[in-house]
């Protein structure tokens, strides 16, 4: 509940601007982002019990989060590199 309390001015934002602009914005400036991009991450061996890695990815439309998950792998890997090519594929997966 204090969580709840401390937050409740906050709220996910939105920039709806029309494609046109979107699309000279991103060709003009390439340090903004594209209208649509995602991004995803693991975490390698950091749940101690199991030893499973934990993931995450987020998409973002317009400025704003439209989906996004954070749970433990289904299964153990062995290196950095691989629990990062599993939460890669795990995002694209539900991109497609």
Sequence with gaps: MEYLYA???????????????VIYIVEEHENNRPPFYTASNASFADDKTTRKSSQGYIFYLFGGPIDWKATLQR??????????????SSASTELI
Excluded at 78 to 86: D, G, I, N
Aim: proline share 0%; net charge negative.
């Design 7 to 21: 937050i409740k001015d906050q709220s996910l934002y939105y920039n709806a601007l029309i494609l046109e602009e």
């Design 75 to 88: 299964c153990v890997t062995k290196s950095t590199t691989k629990a990062e090519l599993v939460a890669a």
